[in-house]
Structures are given as C-alpha cells and as structure tokens.
C-alpha cells in the first residue's frame, strides 16, 4: 500500500518511548505525554523520580550541525554557571539522533527538566533576576562562536529574508510593503551611523520570553529552547524580552530588567536607545518565519490581511519610538 506523502506528521508517542527507553539509562516505569507541537514537538518523559524532554525537531527545520551548535552553546553555559535544560547522552554516549518519519528525517535530542513553572507575568524581582542570568549568558557568550547557528540576526540579513518572504504575500498591500522597504533603509542608515564599539555582537539566545524559561519557588531560573539561537547584537535578547507581551509588561518591569542585566554588563547607551528597534527587528522575523512556513506547501497560507494588520501593530509601535528621539 502506498500512503500520500506528508509535511508534518505527528509520532507515535509509545513507539517514540519504546525508542528511548531502548537506547537511553532510563527506568522502565517511564511515560510519555506530547506536550506541545510548534517548530518542533515536545513530549515529557517521566517516572517515579524522574523526568525529562523529548524534542523532535521538524523535518528540514534544523540542520544536523546548526543542533550540534546549541548542545555545545549549552554545555558550555551548563560548565558556566548557567541553569539550563542540557541534552542527556544515550547508552553509547551520543546527543543528537535521527529517524526517518514518513516526510523525511527529523533530528530528537533526550534533554533535562526544567524544574519550575512558566510564569507569564514576571515580578518585579523575578524581572530583576532574569535580567541578571541574561546579562550572564551574554557576557559568557560576547564575540563567540560555537559553529553554525540557526539564525543570522545581522540587519541586513534579516531584512533581505523579510523583504522575499513577503513580496508576493503583499501584492494587494503596496503600501505596506513599501513601509518595509522604508523601515529597512532607516535601520541601515542608524546602525551604520553607530560605531561598532557601541553594539556589542556574540550569541543570542533569540527567543527570551516566558514560554523559554521556568522559575522554581526560590526565584532559581532555568533556561530552555534555544531552537532560535542566532548570532547578532546582543541587545537584541533584550528587544525580543521586550516585545512579547509588551501590552501587560509595566515600565517597572523593564526597568527591572534592565537593571539587573547591568549588574552583569553595562549596555552602552546606544544599545539602550535601539532597544526598541531590536523589538521591531523581532517582531519582523517572527511575522517573515510564520509567512515563510505558512507557504500553502508545508501549512496553508498566512492571510494578507493578516500580515497587513501585523505590519500595521509594527507601524505602531516605530511610531513610538522615532529616529529622532535617539
């Protein structure tokens, strides 16, 4: 029998747990629960006394070394100090492995729990000590290079994938794609303006919001998912933080934020003033990733007037923020 070919299948959690209780020290009272289908799937595994993470990565989501990037980012920041979520090596000692699925090999890495719990709206102690471990994780991460990244979070880059992605998604918007083509002309000329002294680059995590990290009771941090890890500005971290769920994210917090990553790392104050800037940047990857996947082959199409009213929310908040005012 032949069966018609797929984009995105879903696993069989028991087969997948037959898998790793075979090929990882893992006790046989052990059970699987899928948790969350995304950018890759994630299932929990767990026991009596323990538990951990199985992400299966999306087929051609990830490449093999862009992977063995995050595992040495995270064993390096692991043997630093830094709470993270770690990969945990099978009985012969390897991290990464792979399967055929029915649209294609897809990569799945066994990794630590986070002990704690997802907490959306951050205190302002809780703001204060994020803002610690990040300004930690940068300062440990300033002008290195673990391999190849995910992402490349450079300005131009990121503007040029933007600018393709969504030229044939906006053809009924010209004036919202022409705001694009503008928005990329001002950010280039501001960042060229700025002496490189002022914009420290190296690692970022990418993805710095609270879906990405657990907080236990004593206010103790693990970090997790770095599927977005990307070389860049490090101050752009900061602008993701600051963009997701900015509508119930008080001054106070950020202000909280920020000075405790200044405990770590100084920002100069060209960083602090593109901060948002760096939101805007986030918010144009997030929309261009989602418009890139929702192509009408892998998932139906991201509508127009959707990426139109997006652009709009962008259009907004750069109104807030003129060049000017920096």
Not at 270 to 291: H, N
């Amino acid at each position: 029998m032949s069966f018609f070919p797929v984009e995105y299948s879903t696993l069989s959690s028991q087969d997948l747990l037959r898998l790793i209780t075979d090929n990882y020290i893992i006790p046989a009272d052990t059970s699987i629960t899928f948790v969350k289908r995304g950018f890759n799937d994630t299932y929990l595994i767990r026991g009596a006394e323990h538990k951990f993470i199985l992400r299966v990565y999306k087929h051609n989501w990830r490449s093999m070394e862009s992977i063995e990037t995050e595992l040495q980012l995270i064993e390096y920041l692991k043997k630093n100090g830094i709470s993270v979520s770690y990969p945990i090596p099978d009985k012969q000692g390897n991290f990464i492995h792979s399967l055929n699925a029915p649209e294609g090999l897809r990569h799945f890495v066994l990794f630590s729990f986070a002990e704690g719990i997802q907490v959306r709206k951050l205190s302002i102690e809780q703001a204060y000590l994020l803002g610690i471990e990040t300004g930690k994780i940068h300062t440990l991460t300033q002008n290195k290079s673990f391999g190849i990244p995910a992402h490349d979070y450079a300005i131009e880059t990121q503007f040029e994938i933007t600018i393709t992605a969504l030229k044939s998604v906006l053809i009924a918007f010209p004036e919202h794609y022409n705001y694009i083509l503008q928005l990329r002309n001002e950010f280039i000329t501001l960042f060229s303006s700025i002496n490189s002294c002022e914009l420290q680059t190296g690692i970022c995590h990418g993805d710095l919001q609270a879906e990405n990290f657990h907080i236990t009771p004593d206010n103790r941090f693990t970090f997790f998912d770095f599927d977005f890890l990307g070389t860049g500005y490090l101050a752009y971290d900061i602008g993701v933080f600051r963009w997701y769920d900015h509508k119930n994210k008080t001054p106070q917090i950020m202000d909280a934020f920020l000075k405790g990553y200044c405990t770590i790392r100084m920002l100069s104050s060209s960083e602090l003033k593109l901060i948002p800037y760096f939101s805007m940047l986030r918010a144009l990857f997030q929309m261009t990733l989602y418009c890139k996947i929702s192509d009408g082959q892998q998932l139906p199409l991201w509508p127009a007037q959707q990426v139109a009213d997006f652009i709009g929310k962008v259009k907004k908040w750069h109104s807030k923020y003129k060049l000017e005012d920096l």
